[in-house]
């Protein structure tokens, strides 16, 4: 009875404000809907962590990793584990994702700390997604957490979070955060027509991980826990730069970011392949990376500008005028950002302004 | 109960002589969505009676043999007026056997319904409007299925886009009957599409009636189109495309067009006071040379087809229409002037003084084709006029007879 009259009211108060028809939506039903084909419906049903939920604090056989650079998501804070069967290891692969063995779980917990420049405080998980390797398929799995940050629940429709944090600048930033439906998780994990994990590859891992027993880098310790193998000697495989630590170069700096950023479809059996348009570190043909590259399919995209990169001239460039639009038609990635990556962008801008003409 | 009574002193204090009432919508937003996700093979998905508003897109992905079905286009809306997130309001992608019918979409951010690689699409009764009217702010297409194969759309509406109502994209074995467009930039479009029927189709008071284009650089060309029996009427609209897309280069006025296409057969349409031109028969080099100029592409919503003045890169591209049977259409026009603001209009006007085409062939020669099979038969009454456009007009010809030959007998199978 008392949500009927408070639907009531918000009718009245519209409907008398303007003289313009408005638009009432009444709040959505809760149905409960059976998830069980798709997956288990709750986060603790899994049993990765003990103690309290939202402390994420690993059980044995479930490892914490970090990525050298990390996909950009609107700033949330990310923190990853790995669960790789008992007994089972994953094979070494020096270019692409981990071979993972059958049932590995990736796990990769989404969240806002109140005030960035107090990141372990005061946190809020919003999502948890998960990639199962099940029937030699990896299967996309994704969980929403409640207010109460006790239980993240199985949701296949994805949710639209405010949410709200003090900048590192001391700014109170706001944004409507998008958690993408179980649809939208192709959109950048397809890899031809199959789902594939995009993090976890050799130069991504190959870095130190601070670990409750100490900092060791990740490739060694999951040698040593005898998760990895195949390992060869460290010095020979390659190493993504972090895109946040200037003490790389700007030009490997900006690389390791279009790679994380865009390199999930811009790559050869990637989903944007048909755009000519290659962003992998390792792409070292000035065309396919855009430079002097006519569009192909950008439609609007474009912005009326003629090449993907134009040597020292940012502004001219499509690349940095679609990583620069909030435009859901233009922006790019397409997905899993509604604002600018201030410094992603910046960073870019000034490897194309020094960029030499070709 | 209580609660109840307490209501009605204020509504009758606060709201007495006004007449807008709210439009009251339902959400269903989320178990939707869910159930496009959750949705197994063989299954029907209910949509009941209802108007109902969405914030973000819904999506369908890999399926087979589905239905989703209304309850009647005027009984259940899914509207996209609240959109925030997602350019398409429903998008269907992959798979295979998937039926829509019996509902409507309106006011989606960008294209209202886009089904993207699916083979074996119906679409019956389905109503899809930007619900204010046609504006360049809507979304590109209300129906719009592109790389797909067997597709049938039938009995279905679309309204308000500020490209092409109805359109069909780089699409095989696809039928349109029995549909309506209006108020759409261009009313039908089909496009580099390959064994086409459209028939029994009404397209009124759009800026084009009915387009057939075949356009550069994409997956694959069109061929082998049959248009009849449709009614093309009144497509005056003033073209609201935004600039740079093909489309907005269609004068207001224009019945059919037929760009760069080939084995297409046109006869039994009535095609009615369609001001500028009944029919026009063009290539790509006036389309591109009439943009020229024109800034190339501007930000704006969607994928939309642009100009492209690189065609002629496209070494396997044939920007000249040939095989173009037309025979046996009524055309009758009631209006002295083409639409002014154009420059066809104007050369219309002044070669053709108080007598638009009926049909209008650019007359620009293919070097690698000199018999270009196009063949006109709409006997001694018709305004037939070859534009000689390559030549600055200088040979314009009007003759109802000047491309009377045995035209192609387009078959389908």
């Known amino acids: 009875m008392r949500s009927v009259f408070l639907a009531g009211l918000a009718l009245i108060v519209v409907a008398c404000g303007k003289p313009k028809q408005e638009i009432v939506v009444l709040p959505e039903k809760e149905i409960e809907i059976d998830l069980s084909q798709v997956g288990r419906q709750k986060l603790s049903d899994y049993n990765f ?92 799995l994704p969980y929403i957490w409640n ?107 900006t690389r390791a ?25 390792s792409e070292d043909n000035p065309s396919r990376l855009g430079v002097g590259k006519a569009p192909v399919a950008a439609g609007k995209g474009s912005g009326g500008l003629m090449y993907g990169i134009v040597p020292g001239k940012p502004d001219e460039s499509i690349l940095q005028f679609r990583i620069e639009s909030v435009h859901p038609g233009i922006m790019m990635p397409e997905l899993g950002r ?16 020094e960029m030499k003409p070709m | 109960m209580r609660y109840y009574l307490l209501l009605i002193p204020i509504i009758l204090f606060s709201c007495s002589g006004k007449n807008s009432e709210p439009r009251v919508w339902q959400s269903i937003e989320q178990s939707l969505q869910t159930q496009l996700i959750t949705v197994q093979d063989g299954d029907t998905i209910e949509l009941p009676e209802g108007h109902y508003m969405f914030t973000k897109s819904l999506a369908m992905d890999g399926k087979s043999n589905i239905v989703i079905r209304g309850a009647g286009m005027n009984k259940t809306i899914l509207s996209f007026k609240n959109q925030t997130e997602g350019a398409q309001g429903l998008l269907v992608s992959h798979g295979s056997n998937i039926v829509l019918e019996d509902f ?42 592109v790389l797909c194969k067997q597709v049938l759309i039938e ?29 759409n930039v261009a009313g039908i479009e089909s496009e580099n599409s390959r064994w086409v029927e459209i028939y029994d189709n ?3 008071e759009n800026t084009g009636g009915i387009l057939v284009f075949d356009l550069p650089g994409l997956t694959q060309y069109g061929h082998t189109t049959k248009v009849f029996n ?98 046996d259409n009524t055309f009758e026009n009631s209006h002295w002037f083409p639409a002014l603001g154009h420059d066809i209009g104007k050369l219309f006007a002044m070669k053709s003084f108080m007598n638009p085409p009926d049909i209008a062939f650019d007359g620009i020669a293919d070097p690698r084709r000199s018999d270009r099979g196009i063949c006109i038969r709409e006997g001694e009454e018709a305004i037939v006029m070859n534009l000689d456009a390559a030549n600055e007009f200088e040979n314009l010809k009007i003759n109802p007879l000047q491309f009377d030959c045995v035209g192609v007998k387009v078959e389908l199978q």
């Open chain 1, 49 to 140: 962590f003990e103690g309290p939920l939202n402390k994420l604090r690993p059980v044995e056989g479930v490892i914490p990793y970090g990525l050298n650079s990390s996909l950009f998501t609107d700033y949330a804070y990310k923190q990853r584990f790995v669960k790789i069967p008992a007994g089972q290891q994953a094979d070494f692969s020096a270019n692409d994702v981990m071979e993972f063995p059958e049932g590995t779980i990736l796990i990769k917990n989404f969240y806002y700390p109140a005030d960035f420049n107090k990141p372990t405080e005061s946190i809020n998980i919003l999502e948890t997604r998960l990639l199962i390797k099940e029937n030699n398929e990896w299967k996309t």
């Open chain 1, 147 to 253: 207010d109460e940050q006790t239980e993240a629940y199985l949701n296949v429709a994805g949710k639209t979070i405010d949410i709200s944090w003090k900048h590192f600048d001391g700014e109170l930033r706001q944004i409507k955060y998008s958690v993408p439906n179980m649809n939208q998780c192709k959109g950048c994990h397809l890899r031809g027509d199959k789902v594939m994990p995009i993090g976890p590859t050799a130069r991504q891992l190959n870095g130190d991980y601070s670990y409750a027993d100490g900092k060791q880098n990740q490739l060694t310790y999951w040698q040593s826990h005898q998760v990895l193998k195949n390992l060869p000697v460290l010095n020979q495989v390659s190493r993504l730069a972090s895109y946040e630590d200037k003490s790389f170069s700007v030009n490997e700096r």
């Open chain 1, 257 to 281: 970011w279009l790679e994380i950023n865009c390199a999930h479809c811009h790559r050869d059996d990637g989903p944007a392949k048909n755009s000519g348009l290659f962003l992998l570190a």
């Open chain 1, 338 to 353: 509604s604002v600018t990556h201030e410094e992603g962008v910046a960073l870019v801008r000034q490897w194309i302004l």
């Open chain 2, 104 to 145: 409507s979409i309106e006011d989606a951010k960008g294209d209202n319904l886009k089904v993207s690689e699916v083979r074996g699409l119906t679409l019956r009764r389905i109503r899809s409007a930007w619900a204010d009217g046609p504006k360049t702010e809507n979304g590109a297409y209300a129906l719009y299925p």
């Open chain 2, 155 to 183: 009995e279905c509406i679309a309204m308000g886009s500020s490209d092409a109502g109805i359109y069909v994209g780089q699409s095989d074995s696809v039928i349109i009957r029995s549909s309506k467009a209006y108020w």
């Open chain 2, 202 to 204: 009404e397209a009124y």
């Open chain 2, 230 to 327: 449709n009614h093309v009427h009144d497509n005056n609209h003033e073209n609201f495309a935004a600039k740079g897309n093909i489309v907005a280069s269609i004068p207001p006025g224009t019945g059919l067009m037929i760009l760069a296409t080939h084995n297409l057969e046109m006869f039994g349409n009535k095609i009615i006071d369609n001001k500028t031109v009944g029919t026009g028969i063009i290539s790509y080099e006036l389309v591109a040379a009439l943009n020229e100029g024109e800034v190339e592409q501007e930000a704006s919503i969607g994928g939309v087809q642009t100009v492209d003045n690189n065609f002629r890169t496209d070494s396997l591209y044939n920007p000249f229409p040939y095989g173009i049977h037309i025979h």
